[in-house]
């Protein structure tokens, strides 16, 4: 089926340094999310994204973070700069208007 | 706020028993519901949804039914099998335009023994 591509699967980061996470999602997708788990819990929401507009954020989504895709090219999260809270698995999602979401298989981003 | 609650955090059977994993919701208004699945190493898939009261989703021999008076949309299938072996989310989501904002369960992982 359709596939979502994270990179990178896992970083290791120190606090206070900048990552970038990168979704290359279905080709034909208007709509593009960022979920956030924490080990040992749900994952939850964190931003949605539509024709260059981020649509809605949840209280997860810090001043520290921002979304963008520049061109059609890669939708990416950006964390700076990043704090312990901060590591988690980030899932990105992609989906058609009121069409079923597609994930990838996550990024691990472990912050010491 | 909405919250979605998966009554087993870990349920264990032998191929060919039935499945059962509770889900309850709570929301304002009238969510869509969902079970997605997430297999070992992968991101979580798409199982199936269902949008009103009484519609019964299904896909690859699991089933639920959207159940507004009970608030609930329980997973179900009749025989497992070694492969069905995966983490299962239940999730609410609004039925506006955008579906993606999602709420999902803690997840129920399953784990089928030959």
């Known amino acids: 089926g359709p596939k979502v591509l994270q990179i990178p699967s896992h970083q290791i980061i120190d606090m206070g340094q900048m990552v970038t996470l990168n979704c290359d999602p279905v080709?034909?997708?208007?709509?593009f999310y960022w979920y956030k788990q924490i080990l040992g819990q749900q994952m939850e929401f964190l931003v949605n994204f539509y024709n260059g507009k981020v649509m809605e954020k949840s209280k997860l989504f810090k001043d520290q973070f921002s979304v963008e895709r520049p061109d059609g090219s890669y939708f990416t999260l950006k964390i700076q700069p990043t704090a312990l809270e901060d590591s988690a698995v980030y899932f990105c999602a992609s989906s058609l208007r009121r069409g079923p979401l597609y994930f990838g298989e996550g990024s691990r981003l472990i912050v010491v | 706020g909405d919250s979605v609650t998966q009554t087993e955090g870990q349920v264990a059977l032998s191929e060919e028993d039935f499945l059962t994993i509770h889900c309850n919701y709570s929301a304002s208004g009238y969510p869509a519901l969902f079970w997605y699945v997430q297999y070992p190493g992968e991101g979580p898939q798409f199982l199936f949804r269902a949008s009103r009261d009484k519609e019964k989703g299904s896909s690859r021999g699991f089933e639920a039914t959207y159940n507004k008076e009970t608030t609930s949309f329980h997973l179900q299938k009749a025989s497992v099998q070694e492969s069905d072996s995966a983490v299962y989310y239940c999730a609410l989501g609004n039925t506006g335009a955008n579906t993606g904002k999602l709420t999902f369960g803690h997840g129920t992982i399953l784990r089928v023994h030959p």
């Open positions: 080709s034909n997708h208007l709509y």
